[in-house]
C-alpha cells in the first residue's frame, strides 16, 4: 500500500550530506532542479520534435482523405500540327495538302456521387489515426522525461559517491599516518602500517572508479537534458500519488497513453473492415468538360462541353478484393488482442513501480540506522584502537563498514525518488502538462486545427500555413 508521495519521499538526497558528515557547497546564485533539468529535456528534445513532425505528417491524412469528398478540377491543353504529303510517279513532284495548326484548351472536373461510403469512412480512418498518433507522442514523451528524471538522479548518486570516496581516502590516510607513528614509538608491527597501506590503495581505486562513474553520468545527463550538469539541487518530492496499488492501477488503464492508442488502433482496425466491405460497391461519378479549340489559318473554331454521369464496378479482380477482406478482419482481431497485451504490461509495470517504491523507502529507513550504527561503531573503534585495545585492522575495517552503510543509504534514497517517477509513468502521468512543468505545452491539435478543413495551398489559410511551417523549419 502507497502512502501519501510527501510521506513516501521526505527523505531526500538533500539529507546525503547530513549523514556522510561532508561539508555543504558553497551557495550559488542558481542551482538547477530536477523541474529545470525535466523542463530542459522536454524543450530540447530531438526525439519528440521528430515526433510532433511526423504528428503534424499525420493531421496531413485527414486533409487528404477530406478533399476525396470534394471536386477534383484540372485544366488541359494541346497544340497540334498536322500535315499530309504526296508525291507523283512521273516527276516526283512533292505536293503539301491538308496541314493545319490548331490549339486547344479544356477545364473538367470531376466528383464522385457514391462509392458505398469508402470516401467517409477515409475521412474516419485518418481521423483515428492521428488519435491514436498524438497518445504515442504522449508515450514518448513521458520516455523522454523518465530518462532526464534518472539522468538528474544518477548525477547525484555519482556525486555523492564521489564525496564519499574522498572522505575515505581522507580518513584512511589519516589512518595510514598514524599506523606509522604508531609504529615509530613500537605500539604497532609492520603488518599494521601494510594493512594500512594497502586499504588506502583500494579507496584510491574506488575514488577513481567514482569519478569514472561521475563523467558517465554527466555525459547520460547531456544526452537525456541537453547541457552539462551544473550544481544540482535536491530533487524534492512528487505530485501526489494514489494511496493504494489498485486506484494506481484504475488511473493507469484509464488514461495511459499507451492504452489509448491501443484502443484507437483497434477502432482503425474496424474501420478497415468495413472499408474493405465497401471496396465491393459501386461507384458513381459526376463529370463536366468545357473547352475551346482554335483553328489557325481557318475560321472553324470550336467551343463546347459536357456534363455526364459514369458507373463502375469491379466484378472480378483475381481474389484481390476478398483478400483484402480476409487481412482486413485478420488485423482487427490482432488489433483487438493487442488490448489485452498492453493491458497486461501496464498492470506488470505498475505492481513493479509500486513494490520498488515499497522496498526502496523501507531500504532507505533500514539504511538510515545502519550509518548510525556504523557511525557509533566506527567512533568507539578508533577511540579504543587508542587505547591499544583494538587494532588498525578493526578500526579500517569498521571504517569500510560505514564508508558501505552511507552508499547504502545514498542508492536507497535516489532509488526510491526514480521509483516514484517510474511509478508516475506506468500511471501515464509523468507529462510536462501533469507535473506543471514551467514550459510552453505543445499542442497537438493546434496545426490539426488549421488542416482539418483542407486549404487549397493559395488560400489565405493555405499561406498561412506555409509560413507556419517555415518558422518550426527554422526553429
Not at 475551346?292 to 456534363?307: D, L
Not at 459514369?310 to 482486413?328: P, W
Amino acid at each position: 500500500m502507497i502512502r501519501a508521495a510527501r510521506r513516501l519521499l521526505a527523505p531526500t538526497i538533500a539529507s546525503l550530506a547530513l549523514v556522510a558528515g561532508l561539508a555543504a557547497a558553497p551557495q550559488q546564485a542558481r542551482a538547477e532542479t530536477l523541474a529545470d533539468a525535466l523542463a530542459s529535456a522536454y524543450e530540447h528534445s530531438g526525439l519528440l520534435e521528430q515526433n510532433r513532425a511526423l504528428l503534424r505528417a499525420a493531421d496531413e491524412g485527414v486533409a487528404q482523405a477530406l478533399s476525396q469528398l470534394r471536386p477534383i478540377v484540372s485544366w488541359g491543353s494541346e497544340l497540334t500540327h498536322t500535315f499530309s504529303n504526296s508525291k507523283t510517279a512521273a516527276s516526283n513532284f512533292v505536293a503539301v495538302s491538308n496541314s493545319g495548326t490548331s490549339a486547344s484548351l479544356s477545364l473538367s472536373a470531376q466528383l464522385v456521387v457514391y462509392d458505398g461510403g469508402q470516401s467517409q469512412l477515409g475521412v474516419e480512418i485518418a481521423k483515428e489515426s492521428v488519435l491514436s498518433t498524438r497518445q504515442a507522442l504522449l508515450s514518448l514523451e513521458q520516455q523522454v522525461l523518465l530518462r532526464a528524471a534518472n539522468a538528474y538522479l544518477e548525477v547525484r548518486r555519482a556525486s555523492e559517491f564521489l564525496a564519499l570516496r574522498q572522505n575515505n581516502v581522507r580518513l584512511i590516510t589519516q589512518e595510514l599516518r598514524a599506523a606509522r607513528d604508531r609504529f615509530e614509538v613500537g605500539e604497532v608491527t609492520r603488518t599494521d602500517v601494510a594493512l594500512a597501506e594497502a586499504r588506502l590503495a583500494a579507496a584510491r581505486s574506488g575514488l577513481a572508479a567514482a569519478q569514472g562513474q561521475l563523467a558517465q553520468a554527466n555525459l547520460e545527463y547531456i544526452a537525456a537534458v541537453g547541457h552539462k550538469p551544473g550544481r544540482l539541487s535536491p530533487a524534492g518530492g512528487l505530485p501526489r500519488l494514489p494511496g493504494t496499488a489498485d486506484a494506481a492501477l484504475a488511473v493507469a488503464l484509464r488514461q495511459h497513453p499507451d492504452m489509448l492508442q491501443a484502443q484507437k488502433e483497434a477502432t482503425v482496425a474496424d474501420l478497415r473492415v468495413m472499408l474493405a466491405d465497401a471496396a465491393l460497391s459501386p461507384t458513381l461519378s459526376l463529370t463536366g468538360r468545357v473547352g475551346h479549340t482554335e483553328n489557325f489559318g481557318s475560321r472553324a473554331n470550336n467551343f463546347g462541353g459536357s456534363i455526364g454521369l459514369s458507373a463502375n464496378q469491379t466484378i472480378y479482380a483475381g481474389g484481390r478484393l476478398s483478400s483484402l477482406q480476409r487481412q482486413a478482419m485478420n488485423n482487427r482481431d490482432a488489433a483487438r488482442s493487442n488490448l489485452h497485451v498492453v493491458s497486461h504490461t501496464i498492470r506488470q509495470n505498475v505492481g513493479i513501480a509500486i513494490s520498488a517504491l515499497q522496498v526502496q523507502r523501507a531500504s532507505a529507513q533500514a539504511s538510515d540506522q545502519q550509518v548510525r550504527a556504523a557511525q557509533l561503531a566506527f567512533r568507539g573503534t578508533r577511540e579504543e584502537a587508542t587505547l591499544g585495545a583494538r587494532t588498525t585492522l578493526d578500526v579500517l575495517n569498521a571504517e569500510q563498514e560505514l564508508l558501505d552503510a552511507r552508499a547504502n543509504l545514498i542508492s536507497a534514497q535516489v532509488d526510491e525518488i526514480a521509483a516514484g517517477y517510474t511509478l508516475l509513468s506506468a500511471m501515464g502521468e509523468l507529462t510536462a502538462q501533469k507535473l506543471n512543468l514551467k514550459v510552453r505545452i505543445y499542442d497537438p491539435a493546434g496545426y490539426y486545427n488549421m488542416i482539418k478543413d483542407a486549404p487549397a495551398g493559395l488560400s489565405e489559410q493555405g499561406k498561412s500555413l506555409d509560413r507556419v511551417l517555415r518558422r518550426i523549419g527554422k526553429d
